[in-house]
Structures are given as structure tokens and as C-alpha cells.
């Protein structure tokens, strides 16, 4: 089974536009959001959720007022800053490492199990996808993110699909982190702004951190082609491949209004250069993932 | 008075208001706090100089001491330690810095030594008006939210400070707006923005922060965004529409303000209006 992650560093580059359109022209693939606190690949892919899954986080300190003494022992040794003069719980806050209720000389302090989020199996127009909804401020994203790609492999054994297409969140920690570990490839989208660059090469450098093979998208090419320009140099240094570039158009909003993708909105230039990218994204995973399973020789590059 | 500008959705131009508003303003702060991927200093060309480590606080075992008790490994509710017959191992990266570890163990073989996962920059000329910090978390690191925490210590509460924000609702989210007088929410006028304005719009209402709303690219989509604040009464500060110049001197890095001067008043005066409005909360 093969694994893909849609990334970018940068927010909306266009990953989600690119990730559905994917769905609609894989054939044999599951599809995962792991962008779980602003997940909106289900407002085109219109998932009908066939199972729910409560997903529970960090425990959250909870005080005892009848016990508390107000002795701020607890305060005193909560790294997180998390336990006011008052000798309240910040729920935000607290990180549920329970040393709280570890130093209460009276008992009051215990550590509770809080919901924070759901996970969901679903079925849409282009087979399973895995997805969830991260409860506000929840500090366990990267944990749910696992979640959904486990569930993600779970649809693809019980369904016989071949491929897992993730849509992955911006950004470089936790949540980012989970989404990549073990894929056999990352697909960077990035855009021609100083901004995009900048993001581009950290989140290049995460993948190759955790050793996972990156190939690039240039979104809105022609926004600055200088900066296009840079983009592909800086690739061509580090050996990756710049496997498409789409051009500033109005189609994916379009096509987003009406809750499509743009394959299926129009057949125009657009949607064909959004194809022949698709088509070298397959290739790369596919050399990539015989790179892994030991058919090809490793290539090192320059 | 502190004013984070944040937004569910990555990409509606978070950074665009706080460079061009920080630039409006005399005499003001920013910070940015997005350390995963901090854009700011694009836009200022300031010349950074490193003002500390963030460090968080992890094991360090002292074999000869101990007996493999587990209790350690045991209290970790972040798989940070794990204890295996005859060894003990660190997980650094999990370790969330609570100090749970010392604390319970019998033979006291644990101390702490400590990690860096990011740093706080500063510019380095302080004699211009805008005094601008940076937090970085380093590559490879998963936690956000201490680099955040370090880099606001940072504000002077004596003057206006602008927070720019991570996208998202989880929490590095919390960790960069939890603590604001006001929140400006930037979204633009597609069905993304428009579900991950309401998200956003959830969190600063269960932090109970006064928000109004920025609408980006006003005109590529709909009229829904602007019609759900009319109905919800939420203030509409400021429309962008989409302008190719603006998207232009975005990707250059330059901050469209220096270039159409009209715009700084308009800045302005939303941040009396901002400003006028905190008034109002404190009086309350």
C-alpha cells in the first residue's frame, strides 16, 4: 500500500483543491484529512459518515473545591502556568501531565478524561475517506491526526485499495509531523511569494528530516514568475522534482461554490494541467515506493 | 492593549494585516507568533539578532541510581520515558517538560538537563518605532506552544502590541491569542474561508476575546461570509478586495501600505475603532 501527504508549510496554497481532485482522478484510493482542526476537504467530497468514533486526548486536572485548602502547591509546580492565584484549572491550558494531583497534599486534584474530538469513517463519490473534527484547543492534534490514518489503513484493507491520498495541515510541528511519518512521499505545494519560498524550504527540510521523499507543486505560477523561477532552481539543488506548475485561475473557487472539484467542474486547461500533474505524482510514488520495497536502486542525489 | 490577528483557514492574509497594521501604527509592537512557519520579518527587512533559547526541561537519568522501578515511565502520560529491564530510555521530542518524572521517582536518579526546540529573535536597531519579536521553533520539533509562550513574555503591556497568529483552532492557537484584549479574524469570501471563519469564531467566544472580522479577496466567492456577520452582528473592520498589485507586492515582500498610502489611514482608523471598543469592554 502506498501513502501520500499534500503539504505545504504555508496555509492555503491550494492543498485541499489539490487533494480532492486527486480523489477524483485515483482510482483506487482512500482519502484522509489530517488538516483535523480546520478540515474542509468534506465541504466538496460530501462524506456520508458510515461511523463515529469518539477520540479523547489529555486528561484535564479537575479540583475538588470541598477538599482544596488553597494551598498552591499545585500552582507552584505546574510547569505550564496553568493553575491561577485562585487555585483554578485553566482547561486550555493544562497539558495532563498530572503532577498536580501528584503534589495535593489533600487529594482534591484529579485527573479526568475529556473528549476532544471525533473521528470518522465515511464513503463519498470516490470511494473511503477518513476524517475528523478536533475539539477547540485541543492539544492532542497530532494524536488524532494518527488516528485518522490508522483508520485510513483500516478502509483500505477492509475496501482492497492500493493508495492512501492525505491532505495534510500547514505548518512544521506536531500535527504536520504525524501526517508525514512513513509516507513514501510528500507533495509540496508551495505559490511564488517570498512567503511560499520560505515555508516551502522548512517544510522541505521536516520531510527530509524524517527521511521521506518531497516532490513540488508551484501554485498561481504566474503571480510571480521570478520567483517561480527560484523555486525551481532551489529544487533542481536539492534534487527535488518540480512535478507541476498551475497557473493563477478562478476555477478551484468556482468549482468550490459549487462543492465540486475541479475535475469534475470542467474539462478546460485547468483541469487538464491539474491531470498531468496528478499523473507525475503517481509516477514519483511509484519510483519512490520501489525505492523503499528495494526494486530500484537508491539514487543518490546532488 | 494587545491585538492578535488570527484565522482558522491558513493563507487569507493573517501576516498581510499585521505587517501592514504594525507599519500604520507609531510607537507599536509585533510578534510573530506563527513559529512554525513565521513570515513577518519578509515584509520589515530587519536585521535579526538572537535573544534566547527556548528550552524545555527533560530527563536525565542517572543509571548507578536506578533500579528500574517503571515509576517513572509509569507517570509519563506522554511516552517520554520508557523503563526496559536492565535500561532506561529517553524519548526527548515527546517529553513535554513537566518535571512529573523527578518528582516520582523513589531513588531521586532523575534529574532534568535542558533541550532547545526553537529560539526568540529580535530586530536588532531598536531606535526605529516598531519593536518586532520572532519566535522559531526548530525543525523537526513538534511543540509549538512553549516557543510561544516564551516569545510573548516578551510583550511590554505598556504599549500596543500586535500578535500575528498560527491558522488553525488547536493549540498553538490558544497559546498566541488566549491572553489578547481582541482578535481580528481574517478570512476571505470562499466556502473554506467561510467554514473555518466559524470555527475561528468558536474558539474567541469560548476565550470570551472581542473579535470583529477582516474579509480578504472580498469578491473571488460569495456573499456568505459577510452576510453571517451581518446576521451575528459581528463587525466587518476592513474589506480587501482581490488586487493583482496587492497579491503582487505580497510575493515580493513588500507590505502593500508603503506603496499605496491610503490604505495607512484606513488602518488607522480601524484600530481606533479597535481601540474604542477594548475601552468599552474594560468599562463594562
Known amino acids: 500500500m502506498k501513502q501520500l501527504t499534500v503539504i505545504s508549510g504555508k496555509g492555503g496554497t491550494g492543498k485541499t483543491t489539490i487533494t480532492a481532485a486527486f480523489a477524483s482522478l485515483a482510482e483506487n484510493a482512500v482519502i484522509a484529512d489530517c488538516d483535523v ?55 486550555y491550558g493544562c497539558e495532563g501531565c498530572g503532577v498536580c494531583e501528584y503534589v495535593c497534599p489533600e487529594g482534591a486534584i484529579r485527573m479526568v478524561e475529556r473528549k476532544a474530538g471525533e473521528a470518522y469513517n465515511s464513503t463519498t463519490r470516490f470511494g473511503p475517506m477518513a476524517h475528523a473534527r478536533l475539539g477547540m484547543g485541543e492539544e492532542a492534534s497530532g494524536k488524532l491526526v494518527s488516528v485518522v490514518r490508522e483508520n485510513a489503513k483500516k478502509l483500505a484493507e477492509r475496501y482492497g485499495k492500493d493508495l492512501i491520498i492525505i491532505d495534510g495541515p500547514p505548518g512544521t510541528g506536531c500535527s504536520v509531523i504525524a501526517s508525514i511519518t512513513g509516507v513514501d512521499m510528500v507533495l509540496v505545494v508551495t505559490e511564488p511569494s517570498l512567503s511560499g519560498i520560505h515555508d516551502l524550504e522548512r517544510v522541505v527540510d521536516v520531510a527530509g528530516y524524517f527521511k521521506i521523499p518531497a516532490a513540488v507543486c508551484i501554485n498561481k505560477y504566474d503571480i510571480n514568475e521570478e520567483n517561480s523561477q527560484r523555486i525551481e532552481s532551489y529544487c533542481r539543488d536539492n534534487g527535488i522534482e518540480v512535478v507541476g506548475k498551475l497557473p493563477y485561475d478562478d476555477t478551484p473557487t468556482k468549482a468550490m461554490i459549487e462543492e465540486k472539484t475541479v475535475i469534475e467542474y470542467s474539462d478546460g486547461e485547468f483541469a487538464s494541467m491539474v491531470r498531468s500533474l496528478w499523473e507525475n505524482v503517481k509516477d514519483g510514488l511509484l519510483q519512490h515506493a520501489q525505492k523503499r520495497d528495494g526494486e530500484l536502486p537508491v539514487v543518490q542525489r546532488q | 492593549m494587545k491585538i492578535a490577528i488570527a484565522s482558522g483557514k491558513g493563507g487569507t492574509g493573517k501576516t498581510t494585516v499585521a505587517v501592514n497594521l504594525a507599519l500604520s501604527l507609531e510607537n507599536v509592537q509585533l510578534f510573530d507568533c506563527d513559529v512554525e512557519e513565521p513570515n513577518c520579518h519578509l515584509f520589515l527587512g530587519f536585521d535579526l539578532e538572537k535573544v534566547e533559547d527556548v528550552n524545555i526541561p527533560v530527563p536525565l537519568v542517572e543509571k548507578d541510581k536506578c533500579d528500574f522501578c517503571g515509576k517513572c515511565s509509569e507517570f509519563c502520560q506522554y511516552h517520554a520515558i520508557a523503563v526496559i529491564p536492565k535500561d532506561v530510555l529517553v524519548f526527548p521530542a515527546l517529553c513535554h517538560g513537566c518535571g512529573g518524572c523527578t518528582l516520582v521517582c523513589p531513588q531521586e536518579a532523575i534529574s532534568e538537563e535542558n533541550r532547545s526546540i526553537g529560539i526568540i529573535e529580535r530586530n536588532k536597531d531598536k531606535t526605529g518605532g516598531l519593536v518586532f519579536y520572532r519566535g522559531l521553533l526548530n525543525i523537526g ?20 502590541a500586535i500578535i500575528d497568529a498560527p491558522p488553525g483552532t488547536a493549540c498553538p492557537v490558544i497559546a498566541s491569542i488566549g491572553d489578547m484584549d481582541y482578535c481580528i479574524l481574517v478570512t476571505e469570501s470562499t466556502p473554506f474561508g467561510f467554514h473555518d471563519l466559524k470555527l475561528a469564531i468558536d474558539v474567541v467566544r469560548i476565550l470570551g476575546i472581542p473579535f470583529g472580522v477582516i474579509i480578504n479577496r472580498s469578491d473571488i466567492g460569495d456573499e456568505k461570509v459577510e452576510q453571517y456577520c451581518l446576521e451575528e452582528g459581528i463587525p466587518v473592520l476592513m474589506k480587501i478586495q482581490n488586487d493583482r498589485n496587492i497579491a503582487r507586492l505580497y510575493s515580493e515582500g513588500i507590505p502593500f501600505v508603503s506603496r499605496m498610502p491610503e490604505w495607512k489611514e484606513r488602518f488607522v482608523r480601524m484600530f481606533e475603532i479597535i481601540r474604542s471598543e477594548i475601552n468599552e469592554e474594560v468599562m463594562k
Open chain 1, 37 to 91: 482542526d480546520a478540515a474542509d476537504m468534506h465541504l466538496i467530497l460530501k462524506p456520508e459518515i458510515l461511523e463515529t468514533m469518539e477520540f479523547t486526548g489529555l486528561k484535564v486536572a479537575e479540583i475538588d473545591e470541598s477538599l482544596c485548602i488553597k494551598c498552591g502547591i499545585c500552582r507552584d509546580a505546574c510547569r505550564f502556568g496553568s493553575i491561577s492565584c485562585e487555585i483554578t484549572i485553566d482547561p
Open chain 2, 141 to 160: 520539533e513538534p511543540m509549538a506552544s512553549p516557543v510561544i509562550h516564551a516569545l510573548q513574555k516578551h510583550i511590554d503591556e505598556n504599549k500596543a
